[in-house]
């Protein structure tokens, strides 16, 4: 397995708010999960990049733990997190944020270098000198995931990722983060209250309530299942 929670627990202050959360994620799988606002599922992200420190269990990437490394190690290893409101830096230009992630991530062989994320996201070519704050919230998108990408990634977690967008441009990210999985064999977990378009893509099906997970299994397993009333 690629990552792997085994009995995680984790929160805020006082509060915790996600507890006793075991999964295995394999490589190349992409993972939707879901639940209700407040579920705990941007915790759960937050967890497995280091962003939270843990209050139980233990989190494993490709067989190693890693709970107790700091965020610029597991990103080093190949885990990457796509936050919610997409974590531009919206004062450089299009190249210039391209510039300074590849900087620190990009090396020789890597998978997505900047050349390749200019061939994956041609209009980003196009807008190099632009001000990233200033292109629409299609293309801060695409930035943003551009900047997930650059260098070897292994898992990519993206929370939220269609907020802000028309529905055609939700349908060709999602068709673009599915081609770039299996094109590489990258797993993902995707964190969307757009149910049905994250269904779409997903091998698999995580539902949390509460702080828990509910569900775990194949979107046909879902959709056959009651699972709307944790929404």
Same mark, same amino acid.
């Given at each position: ?27 190349? &799988?992409? #993972? ?16 497995? #990049? ?115 967008? @028309? ?7 999602? &068709? &673009?983060? &599915? ?44 959709? @056959? ?7």
């Amino acid at each position: 397995m690629l990552l792997q929670f085994a009995g995680v627990a984790a929160g805020y202050g006082p509060k915790t708010v996600v507890s006793d959360i075991s999964f295995a994620l394999p490589p190349g &799988q992409i #993972m939707a999960l879901l639940g209700h606002n407040g579920a705990g599922k941007t915790t759960t992200l937050r967890a497995a #990049m280091g962003l939270l420190p843990l209050r139980g269990g233990e989190v494993q990437f490709d067989g190693r733990r890693i709970d107790r490394l700091d965020v610029s190690h597991r990103v080093a290893l190949g885990l990457r997190l796509l936050p919610e409101g997409r974590g531009i830096f919206p004062d450089l230009s299009v190249a210039e944020n391209i510039d300074v992630v590849a900087a620190r991530n990009v090396r020789s062989g890597a998978m997505f270098d900047v050349p390749g994320v200019y061939r994956l996201f041609p209009v980003l070519d196009e807008r190099r000198t632009t001000r990233a704050g200033s292109l629409s919230g299609g293309q801060q998108q695409m930035l943003a995931l551009s900047l997930a990408i650059l260098g070897s990634p292994r898992c990519l977690m993206l929370d939220e990722p269609s907020i802000g967008l @028309a529905p055609n441009l939700v349908e060709r990210m999602f &068709q &673009q983060v &599915q081609e770039v999985c299996r094109a590489h064999a990258m797993a993902a977990i995707l964190v969307e209250q757009n149910v049905a378009a994250a269904m779409r893509i997903a091998d698999r099906v995580v539902i949390m309530n509460n702080g828990q997970i509910v569900f775990d299994g194949l979107p046909d397993e879902a959709r @056959a299942s009651n699972f709307w009333h944790y929404f």
